[in-house]
């Protein structure tokens, strides 16, 4: 979505249209505006990716949330924008499914992470921009927009503090609850080039700390490109329970706008995730254009998805890495190598093992 609106150039009158035309805060970059107020092309976007072959569409709803539109002055809008994006991707989706019943096209409904995070600041630990329950409110007003157009699954994505996350799955099973009706759920986390998210967490510990939820699919995107996400795809298949998701950003930054991988490159790493078994959707995130996708359906027609393996009935814990009461296993080599410093992403411990202590962090001199 972002990169063919790059392409778009639009200035702020076309994001404020008529009916904003007056509007007090300035809503350039309030992307999730133009579905009121570009309805045309948002609906030709989604349908460039679906004629390149897209399965599924996500709904230009990234920051859709009462939190994020609150900076624009458009808080009150949140239900209207994001059934009205679903509106836009569903007759799209449901006009391409007409075409070919023997393959339908679905709409996700995309949740950012929002702009602020909840996990505590090591420089100003006393206070948090935002309050759980206040995160929860926001999602929970984003997601009723969402089921109220009619989506078919929900994408909470990028997500870059746990707690975030786990705030919006909250509120999407309130929300569930509340109507009476419930949607898949396909989760997905952003690691940085160290390997871990923003708020420190290895891959693994993030899949630890929300495989609670009843998830359709837990994966990974934006941040790196897949030649950079590589390891932790292979890292995140060797742990998750259910079918994975994947899609990268078209590399790393260029500094000039741009990223440094092209299609057929980005696609031959995505074709070695599906061959070794790893994923189970795949897909491209910033600077991935319906060229992209196109040369990813090709890429990956005919290979087997992944086979989700039985996991042994352990207990699992997360902090900053993934503790596992059961038995050993073999770190991925190609973590190995590129962390040698680094403690182990899953600290691994027999039934014998003595106790282990925990939140040792929390002691100050003299409080035992």
Known sequence: MGALLFQKGLDEADYRGERFKSHVTSLKNATDVLCLTQPDTIAGIHRAYLEAGADIVETNTFGANLVTLSEFGLAELTREINK???????????????????????????????NVQLSLNADNPGTRPV?????????????????????????????????????????????????????????????????????????????????????????????????????????????????????????????????DSNPNEFTDYIREFAEQGWTNIVGGCCGTTPEYTEKIVDAVKGIPPRTISDHPRVSNYSGLERYELGPLRVESSELSEDVDDEPPSTLNSQPSTPFFMIGERTNVTGSR
């Open 84 to 114: 009205t994006a679903v509106e836009l991707a569903r007759r799209e989706a449901d006009a391409f499914t007409k075409k070919d019943r023997g393959k339908p096209r679905f709409v996700a409904g995309s949740i950012g992470p929002t």
């Open 131 to 259: 309050q759980f329950d206040d995160q929860v409110a926001s999602y929970a007003e984003q997601v009723r927009g969402l089921l109220a157009g009619g989506v078919d699954l929900l994408l909470p994505e990028t997500s870059f503090d746990t707690l975030n996350m786990k705030a919006c799955l909250f509120a999407i099973g309130n929300v569930f609850e509340e109507r009476g009706v419930s949607v898949p759920v396909m989760v997905s986390g952003t690691i940085f080039d160290g390997g871990r998210t923003l708020t420190a967490q290895t891959v693994e510990a993030f899949f630890t700390s929300v495989q609670h939820f009843p998830m359709q699919a837990i994966g990974l995107n934006c941040s790196l490109g897949p030649k950079q996400m590589r390891p932790y795809v292979e890292a995140l298949a060797g742990v998750a329970s259910t079918p994975i998701i994947c899609y990268p950003n078209a590399g790393l930054p260029d500094g000039m706008g741009g990223f």
